[in-house]
């Protein structure tokens, strides 16, 4: 397994430790009221906002939440007015990082992202100096509970792209446009579907070691606590080993 995707099986851990806290629904509501404001209230023609409620149910968000989150987003119900941004960073050993936000105050949220980066090594970047190294991909995890040859059969004849097996999980990369049909499909074969994002994955990695990785694992932690932080994609590959002892 690579450093980049235990990093990805080290955050699937950590979301479902988040969840029994309750910590990351204030982000799925968030998600749901953007969707909702965006795309409309109907989750039917609204695929974002079909996925953002689906996320929230996999992780027992009360139904309650949910109707509220989608009436703040289409007006129904008073609420705060969120932005969403992208801000493009550099890390420690020159690291490129995305860092997607859903904010009600653009200038603090800069402001305190900027001030966290310079303490962790890193900086924000100008626009389109990271973005380019990243792609737009569907990201689902399946649980190695599965044959794997009856999971890759299934993806494949979906438009999946490929299929990675990690330390818990069969990993699976789509398309953007095949995403949903690929999640049909694996349902309607009986295969539970763990995880369902739509992601920015890294066209390539870049190799960290030493403390320049101990830098990188404590930026990515602070950063993803913050409260209008959504999600935090980078290009960096740790030994597992250094990732392993981080986070005992």
């Excluded at 309750?22 to 404001?37: D, H, N, S």
């Excluded at 690291?95 to 310079?118: G, M, P, Q």
């Excluded at 990690?166 to 694996?186: M, Q, S």
């Amino acid at each position: 397994m690579s450093g980049h995707s235990k990093w990805a099986t080290i955050k699937r851990k950590k979301a479902a430790v988040d969840t029994a806290r309750g910590k990351v629904f204030t982000k799925l509501i968030k998600e749901i009221t953007i969707a909702a404001r965006d795309g409309g209230g109907d989750p039917e023609g609204n695929p974002r906002l079909r996925l953002a409620i689906q996320n929230a149910k996999a992780n027992n968000m009360p139904a309650d939440n949910i109707k509220r989150a989608l009436q703040r987003g289409t007006g129904e119900l008073p609420g705060v007015t969120y932005e969403e941004v992208t801000y493009e960073a550099y890390g420690p050993a020159g690291i490129a990082i995305l860092i997607s936000c859903v904010t009600d105050n653009k200038n603090r949220v800069v402001s305190e992202l900027r001030h966290t980066l310079e303490r962790n090594g890193g900086k924000l970047a100008e626009a389109g100096s990271v973005a380019w190294a990243f792609q737009k991909k569907g990201v689902l995890t399946v649980p190695k509970q599965y044959d794997e040859d009856d999971v890759l059969t299934t993806i494949l004849d979906a438009g999946a792209e490929d299929l990675k097996t990690e330390e818990d999980a069969f990993e699976i990369t789509t398309p953007p446009e095949n995403f949903e049909a690929v999640r049909k499909a694996l349902e309607g074969k009986g295969i539970k579907v763990d995880t369902a994002e739509i992601q920015m994955v890294p066209q390539n990695t870049l190799r960290v070691e030493g403390k320049d990785a101990e830098h990188v694992l404590k930026l990515m932690e602070v950063l993803e606590e913050h409260d209008d932080v959504q999600q935090v994609y980078s290009n960096f590959d740790i030994d597992v080993k250094i990732m392993a002892s981080f986070h005992a």
